[in-house]
């Protein structure tokens, strides 16, 4: 059964930096697109960034200049760089890959299982 492992969540203060981390457990096929999205208490799921296959990125309007999302194909893995964090990215961050388990299988969308950041004084 495949599964992302994520890693890197914790406490930072405002204007500290985390890296958060997000590997394929099991064995896969293909990935798609590659991505993070982060839940804050009350509030919906929303994307924080994205990268596809071909290495173009996407970025929320309130983290442009500030996180920067990469992947490293040979280890199935998708990296979330986080500088000048403030108190208003303080969510549960989630990845989410768009894979393909098999040859015979069509790709679908795999979570995460989220790691939290707080970012506090």
């Known amino acids: 059964q495949v599964q992302l492992v994520e890693s890197g969540g914790g406490l930072v203060q405002p204007g500290g930096s985390l890296r958060l981390s997000c590997a394929v457990s099991?064995?896969?096929?293909?990935?798609?697109?590659m991505g993070w999205y982060r839940q804050a208490p009350g509030k919906e799921r929303e994307l924080v960034a994205m990268?596809?296959?071909?290495?173009?990125?996407n970025y929320a309007d309130s983290v442009k200049g500030r996180f920067t999302i990469s992947r490293d194909n040979a280890k199935n893995a998708v990296y979330l760089q986080m500088n000048s964090l403030k108190p208003e990215d303080t969510a549960v961050y989630y990845c989410?890959?768009?894979?393909?388990?098999?040859?015979?299988?069509?790709?679908?969308?795999?979570w995460g299982q989220g790691t939290q950041v707080t970012v506090s004084s």
């Open positions: 989410k890959m768009n894979l393909m388990a098999s040859r015979i299988n069509n790709y679908y969308d795999c």
């Open positions: 099991g064995s896969i096929f293909s990935i798609n697109t």
């Open positions: 990268i596809t296959g071909g290495g173009r990125t």
